[in-house]
């Protein structure tokens, strides 16, 4: 708290309680009542009792302004001076002090009634207030609150000066904020441990009714803590249920990926219906691209449910150029840290990536089971920097330019497998690659990353069909904001860090063109 702002407040109050207290002696010293001879006794009676009234107005005006302390701290202290003060000397002053004492009753009810009017034009602000973009809880929908999912003033009270304290974060203000409260102040000691210590006061004093929250203020970057009932985090239904969305899109994925390992089916899709024999034909590929999915899912659950994370039902997306696009998986409950969340986000692409590199590698050095494999002209691995390193880095001078080559077909699943992943690994929105930069960055260069990977893409969609898909599904389906996690202000540590930042650099290389020709002799006779 600033010390001069805090001088300043006291002074300003002082100065109101003084110009009070001499409006309420001035009928006393006009008035014709007293004898010329009890004038002295009278004043030097005046100016005894001022300090005392001047006292209580300034109690007054201060739970006027400020509405922090209870009632119960008032009366104490009425009841301290009141028993503080010396009786009169003559039973004539004691006569004059009781009418003296029935105007300052009067004034006291006016200054209560002032209270109550500035207490109610305060609610009526705070209910004005509407949260902005630059909300600190993105992701929180705004509700229709009645009076009884609010949190009452009293509570706010308890959890300013009993809850928060100095050996954690200590308030300086607060803002209403969507049926709870926003308490800005200074962040003592580290943010784990002091959440860790507000939480459990929160608990023992009101249970699970309330929820905290540790964040980041994009504000002015500094630490916030927001508490809200727990009644405003209720999941939102939807009118299908959600297993059978999920199964849905989970046969018509399966027909895309079948689809896509079928050639002959590919150049005129509404011949498929006339010969769905042919669709066997894709059981092999489409299996390993469902295996490669099926790898990154369960690698995303298992360690979910290793942090307390719980996962809803994945909704695989079909896609007619590689099968699928991957599965939209929702995140049901709050996430308490970042780096829970950077363990969740990189599991699954981790899982992906390790199985379809071992399989990219196998299609390689296994020979087709036919003898011809599947031919596709040297040019093919230009289109991502990994593939086109790889098979370099194994085939050597037989992969030239112009020239067709014969490879086993897993080497083709395999590559669809590592291309959904890496597109998945994509920093945008609520993919894993935008949940493991918001995990690593924070929500602010999240946003940039979303922004910068959009406007990349939207450029790559002029000439790619593939790139024009996956805009248009993150910007109706992903493109978030992340919702908010119980305490943001922890970095995670340096291990997983490591393992985010693998996964966006293998999404790169995948997803980047190879620019190196594969043929270099030919380049040097034509020179």
């Not at 695989?316 to 969340?341: M, Y």
Request: hydrophobic share 40%.
């Amino acid at each position: 708290m600033n010390l001069a702002a805090s001088f300043r407040g006291n002074f300003g109050v002082l100065s109101q309680c003084s110009s009070c207290c001499d409006l309420r002696f001035q009928p006393l010293l006009s008035s014709s009542s007293f004898a010329n001879s009890q004038r002295c006794r009278l004043r030097n009676l005046k100016f005894s009792r001022v300090p005392r009234l001047c006292r209580k107005r300034e109690m007054f005006c201060r739970v006027t302004e400020t509405e922090t302390g209870p009632d119960s701290n008032n009366d104490e202290e009425e009841d301290t001076h009141e028993s503080g003060e010396k009786p009169a000397t003559t039973d004539s002053v004691e006569e004059k002090d009781s009418q003296i004492d029935l105007q300052p009753i009067n004034v006291q009810q006016i200054n209560n009634n002032d209270a109550e009017t500035t207490a109610q034009g305060a609610v009526q602000e705070d209910d004005a207030i509407e949260v902005t973009s630059g909300s600190p809880l993105p992701g929180v929908k705004p509700q229709q609150l009645d009076e009884s999912m609010r949190i009452p003033k009293e509570t706010i009270d308890i959890l300013k000066d009993q809850v928060f304290a100095f050996d954690t974060f200590f308030v300086t203000s607060q803002e209403p904020y969507e049926g709870g409260v926003l308490f800005k102040g200074n962040l003592r000691g580290q943010a784990a441990r002091s959440y860790e210590k507000i939480s459990t006061r929160m608990q023992n004093k009101f249970g699970d009714e309330y929820k905290l929250f540790l964040l980041i203020n994009p504000e002015d970057d500094k630490p916030v803590a927001v508490v809200v009932p727990k009644t405003t985090l209720q999941p939102e239904t939807t009118a299908v249920p959600e297993w059978l969305a999920a199964g849905a899109f989970g046969l018509v994925t399966v027909f895309t990926l079948l689809l896509r390992n079928v050639p002959a089916l590919q150049s005129n899709l509404l011949s498929t219906f006339d010969n769905l024999s042919l669709l066997s034909n894709g059981l092999p590929g489409a299996f390993v691209t469902a295996l490669l999915l099926g790898v990154h899912e369960l690698g995303h659950i298992l360690v979910a449910k290793s942090t307390g994370v719980k996962l809803g039902v994945p909704f695989f997306v079909p896609s007619w150029q590689i099968g699928s696009f991957g599965a939209i998986t929702r995140i049901k409950n709050i996430v308490p840290n970042r780096e829970d969340l950077l363990k969740v986000a990189a599991a699954g692409p981790l899982a992906g990536f390790s199985l379809g590199f071992v399989l990219f590698l196998l299609g390689f050095i296994l020979p087709p089971s036919d003898g011809i494999g599947v031919v596709v002209d040297a040019s093919v691995f230009h289109e991502s920097f990994l593939a086109g390193g790889v098979a370099k880095l194994l085939l050597g001078d037989v992969l030239k330019e112009g020239t067709p080559i014969s490879v086993n077909p897993l080497v083709i699943w395999a590559w669809a497998g590592l291309l959904i992943n890496a597109i998945n690994s994509i920093p945008a929105g609520e993919l894993d690659g935008g949940r493991i930069s918001f995990a690593i960055w924070g929500r602010k260069a999240s946003a940039r990353f979303t922004s910068l990977s959009i406007g990349l893409l939207g450029l790559s969609s002029l000439f790619n069909d593939v790139a024009f898909y996956w805009v248009v599904l993150i910007f109706i389906l992903q493109r978030g904001p992340i919702a908010p996690l119980s305490e943001e202000i922890t970095d995670p540590d340096n291990k997983y860090v490591a393992l985010g930042v693998l996964v966006l650099i293998l999404g790169l290389l995948v997803c980047l063109p190879y620019p190196f020709p594969f043929n270099y002799d030919s380049i040097n006779t034509d020179f």
